[in-house]
């Protein structure tokens, strides 16, 4: 399931600026699974460029079959199924980007990703963004860089503020240890990051189990 593609140009693709972010959160050498790994572009940066091993999660046929032409460790699987075929703790990080708000039973999914990972790396957009709020006022679902999709052509089910995905990760026993605000460019945000929740379009968290 891939929300936001992780595609780039063919060739020696840069990062997606977000996902260069999160490639940047992750030390060298880390054993990784990302969840919803599209065509694998961010695991081939990991192995290429930080010495990372890692596997990639996806249920879209096509974006699996580019992954694996990649040369990556690829499963299809659906990841609402759950993730029983991951041993305890066998991934020193586990990734999931823009995906959350497209899975119907966030709870369980993040608790698997606690057991298998020693810390996980999450981004979501945040639906709490002030032209997310003006739209509403006005009288219309949002339509965003973060949420480009119609309300009825959506494949995300649940939408959150950054305030209550944080009440989130606390009430599924993690512990915030980095959250990076991101402005709808997609990079950090600089100025009023005690606003965020009014003023990122999502944000980057790394979690770890409390």
Known sequence: MTVTDHDAPLGQPPLRADLALVADLIPAGSRVLDLGCGSGTLLAHLMAHKGCTGTGVDSDNEQVIKA?????????????????????DSYDMVVMSRTLQAIRQPRALIEEMGRVGERIIVSVPNFGLWRNRLSLIGGHMPISKDLPFTWYDSPNVRYTTLADLEAFFHATGFEIETRIPLVESWRPLRRGVRMANLLAGSAVYVLKKS
Do not use: M, V
């Open 68 to 88: 694996i032409r990649r040369g990556l460790s690829i499963i299809d699987l659906d990841i609402e199924a759950g993730l029983h075929d991951f041993a305890d």
